[in-house]
T-cell receptor, first 111, second 115 residues
């Protein structure tokens, strides 16, 4: 069945470091792919999305490219800030309107 | 534009007691979701509505959980009786089905602790 796999956390980085959080998926058809972010005590917020192969989603300095050949959607940011500390969820949206989430990767950025 | 509104934000109950959560989706969104998020895990779908019809409730524990979406707008999720393992965050979300890429928008969640 459809599923999402993310790299395990927690991830701890120093401010201004480069961030990569790996995400791979298994799906039939042509899913949409998402990254959601959850700050402490809050609900999930959409960070970025891509709806077809080779699309690049970007927002707030974060980027992810939909790679159909490797079934991946890795999240990257060139220079993280303390305010980026949160839990990041990769998700896929199936052709029948079901959204499946990965287990989340916790990121802590230290000054 | 108002986002997805949920209440209560926090609830502590004793096991075997009932509890109910309410959700008001974003205006115009015809699809409504209830997810459960256990500590340290990703959200898992409990039920999805298209307007007032439950189109996917395969993961809803129907012996103790029930949900309704009257008039295709607000929704209520109920647990009766609650068990210790029901402690989690209950997230409501909504979307406009025809939105390209079926982006869903979440409320802040209802945090349930069963003691």
């Amino acid at each position: 069945g459809d599923s999402v796999t993310q790299m395990e956390g927690p991830v701890t980085l120093s401010e201004e470091a480069f961030l990569t959080i790996n995400c791979t998926y298994t799906a039939t058809g042509y899913p949409s792919l998402f990254w959601y972010v959850q700050y402490p005590g809050e609900g999930l917020q959409l960070l970025l999305k891509a709806t077809k192969a080779d699309d690049k989603g970007s927002n707030k300095g974060f980027e992810a490219t939909y790679r159909k050949e490797t079934t991946s959607f890795h999240l990257e940011k060139g220079s993280v800030q303390v305010s980026d500390s949160a839990v990041y969820f990769c998700a896929l949206g199936t052709s029948y309107d079901k959204v499946i989430f990965g287990p989340g990767t916790s990121l802590s950025v230290i000054p | 534009e108002a986002g997805v509104v949920q209440s209560p934000r926090y609830k502590i109950i004793e096991k075997k007691q009932p509890v109910a959560f309410w959700c008001n989706p974003i205006s115009g969104h015809n699809t409504l979701y209830w997810y459960r998020q256990n500590l340290g895990q990703g959200p898992e779908l409990l039920i999805r509505y298209e307007n007032e019809e439950a189109v996917d409730d395969s993961q809803l524990p129907k012996d103790r959980f029930s949900a309704e979406r009257l008039k295709g707008v607000d929704s209520t999720l109920k647990i009766q009786p609650a068990e210790l393992g029901d402690s989690a965050v209950y997230l409501c979300a909504s979307s406009w089905t025809v939105d390209s890429g079926n982006t869903i928008y979440f409320g802040e969640g209802s945090w349930l602790t069963v003691v």
